[in-house]
């Protein structure tokens, strides 16, 4: 956020010890962890933890639902960075720090068409709608290439229109047949019709503010909602 | 970590309610004054005499109170996005009458119109004083322009906060010139 006034944090300060019991690999460089929930701690879908590590402050949107009974959070391993290889290597019932949960970043039911946005692991917080019953949304999921698309059959069971926009040109010979060769800048730029949405956008700034100055040419009098993963 | 995306170079900017506006709406007029509001009382705070070291920590509230106000006016009237935010509410307003009043209780009687200044804290509190001003005058605005008696009750206890913060930081300013030992300048017509 570059408002220079952002809203209060919703998010508690207690901190609480969870531990690792799970990881999948989702491509070669993301993974998923699965963490024991802490009692009491409650959440709302398209909300963030935040692991507390000496190394300094991470948060990472949680993939499930408020429901589910641990928590999920989808991680791309930066190999130079100081906490995520870490999170990689760590033994399965190690201990880690969190807080929260933080974030606005929720679903606010809306007469316009809902219009989710997601690149890379950004798709996290839109599984999370997913898993807790959102439905009716238009998802367009970019990634570089097929393998990129986390979630994919999930979403597309809950999504009423899901497309798929690999940046990778080479790789949409490999994609699911109905997917678009581009961004998914490029995508709403040709094929979303004119017209008042809610737009949740989900990924890197770049994505964020190419989306966001889009919108505000060819989709005015629309919503934005943003999340953005630094 | 890049606190900028570039969302904003063409001069719009996103609502928390999620509107994108222009820059210069009168919305973001309300909650840029209120922004400005919070960065005078951190200088207030950071000029505190050692005589007034208690009103450190009412400052920090004040300047949490203010990211809430930030917040509700950075959100349209209606939103289902304001059941994110924490309004504040009557007993704020309350706390800062008795703080005046406590404030008040050590200061000689007024008797005429003083000249802003004196210690650099009392300065800086009168200066935060007609920024508050400016805020409020804004938030008149915004309530105005709402015209449905309801959603001018979108705006109602801001206008409370808002108008007592402002008493607050007058008898702030000349508490910070009595307990200085810095009188305060009469006006001379």
Known sequence: MNSGLAPPTNGSTEVYAVRLLK???LDGGTFEFTLSRPDGFSFRAGQRIRFEHPTGERDYSLVNGPAAAELQVCVRIVQDGQFTPRLARAAIHSRFDISGPHGYFIFQPATRPAVFVASGTGIAPFVAMARSGVRGFRLLHGARTADGL?????????????VACLSKAAAAAAAPPDAFAGRVTAYLAAHLAPGAYDFYLCG??????????LVDRRFPASLVYSEIFF | MKIYTGGGDQGRTSLFSGERVFKAHARIDAYGDVDEL?????????ALPVQAAEIGPKITGLQADLMKVGAWLATSPGS?????IEAL?????????AAIDQLDADLPPLR???????HPAAAWAHMARTVCRRAERRVVGLADAAGDPSRQDHYAWLLVYLNRLSDYLFVLARY???VTGIPDRMWQK
């Open chain 2, 112 to 118: 005429s119109f003083i000249l802003p200044g004196g």
């Open chain 2, 176 to 178: 910070l010139n009595h």
């Open chain 1, 204 to 213: 890197r700034s770049e994505m964020i503010r190419d989306v966001t100055l």
């Open chain 1, 23 to 25: 990881r999948r690999r």
């Open chain 2, 38 to 46: 919070n960065s005078v009382l951190g200088a207030l705070a950071a």
């Open chain 2, 80 to 84: 289902p996005a304001l059941a994110e």
């Open chain 2, 89 to 97: 509410t009557t007993a704020d307003a309350a706390a800062l009458e």
């Open chain 1, 150 to 162: 986390y979630y994919q059959a999930e979403l597309r069971a809950a999504a009423a229109g899901y």
